[in-house]
């Protein structure tokens, strides 16, 4: 029998990348985002390509009423979870703390951080009754340090990154094993979302430099869920060549 992978925030950069790839892997998938059309596209690339089932689950992970909904009602072939992918999130603006929207805070904090544990909350009853699964939640170079104007966003970062260290002290005594990836510049719609929709400004992040891309992070993925069942890949840092830390960056 395949196992069940559930990939937040598939609609579009990592998860996607991290979607295809669980489906390399032979993993059937539940696919979850807020844009409807791009998770169907996702489930007949996927299923017009492979022997895999897709699920999808179109949803806002800020609201749990949602979350709950969707979790509650996965159908039954489905229900069994042994991989939970949390990815889903976003930077929104990138101001002094001063001058920062409140709309932005709130979209960060409700995504990055209760997004992530609404769905874990729904997932982890489920793992603890077979006694085995394996949470990997997308962090973040600023969930380790703190740059200009990224405050709120390295916040939620830092708490992505505890919430990890919790569910992994947390669930020891059920077998789950429990990581994190951190990685620095990805380049995705992340930095579009950021700038909220400036495409010109989004390009300057990645100018005179080769940032990471998608698939790199989805062979990380790979690499964690494919260790034996006694080795479990704490965290893992992950940077482009051209990025030594949050702050320097070599452009040509
Ligand atoms: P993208 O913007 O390409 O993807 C973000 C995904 O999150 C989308 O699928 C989006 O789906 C989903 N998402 C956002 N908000 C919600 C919501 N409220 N409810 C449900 N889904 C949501 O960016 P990335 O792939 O780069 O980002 C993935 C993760 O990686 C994020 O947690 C990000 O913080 C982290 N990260 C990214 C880095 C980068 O440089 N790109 C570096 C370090 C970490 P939809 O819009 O359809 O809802
Ligand atoms: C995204 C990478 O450097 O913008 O998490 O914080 S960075």
Redesign the pocket.
């Known amino acids: 029998m395949k196992q069940i992978a559930l990939i937040?925030?598939?609609?579009?950069?990592?998860?996607?990348a991290a979607a295809l790839k669980l489906a390399s892997l032979s993993y059937n998938l539940i696919i979850?985002?807020?844009?409807k059309e791009?998770l169907e596209q996702l489930k007949k690339t996927i299923e017009e390509s492979t022997s895999i089932n897709v699920f999808t689950l179109c949803?806002?992970?800020?609201n749990w009423e949602e979350t709950d909904k969707a979790i509650s009602n996965l159908p039954e072939e489905f229900k069994q979870i042994d991989v939970l992918i949390n990815?889903?999130?976003?930077?929104a603006g990138a101001d002094p703390v001063q001058e920062g929207l409140l709309s932005d805070w709130e979209r960060m904090i409700d995504?990055?951080i209760k997004?992530l544990l609404y769905i874990s909350k729904m997932i982890i009853p489920g793992m603890i009754e077979k006694q085995k699964g394996h949470i990997i939640n997308?962090?973040?170079?600023?969930g380790k340090e703190v740059y200009a104007n990224g405050n709120v966003y390295c916040a939620s970062?830092h708490a992505a990154d505890a919430l990890t260290k919790g569910m992994r002290i947390d669930l020891l005594k059920h077998n789950i094993k429990v990581g994190s990836i951190?990685?620095?510049?990805?380049?995705?719609?992340?930095s579009v979302?950021r700038y909220h929709g400036d495409q010109k400004k989004a390009d300057n992040v990645y100018k005179g430099l080769v940032p990471l891309n998608?698939d790199d992070i989805a062979d990380t993925i790979e690499f964690m869920l494919t260790r034996p069942a006694h080795v479990n890949i704490n965290d893992i840092l992950i940077m482009p060549t051209a990025q030594a830390s949050a702050v320097y960056n070599h452009r040509s």
């Open positions: 937040t925030g598939a609609t579009s950069g990592i998860g996607e979850t985002g807020r844009r791009k949803f806002d992970i800020r990815n889903a999130g976003l930077a995504t990055n997004g997308i962090t973040s170079i600023a970062k951190a990685p620095g510049m990805v380049e995705t719609e992340f979302v998608a």
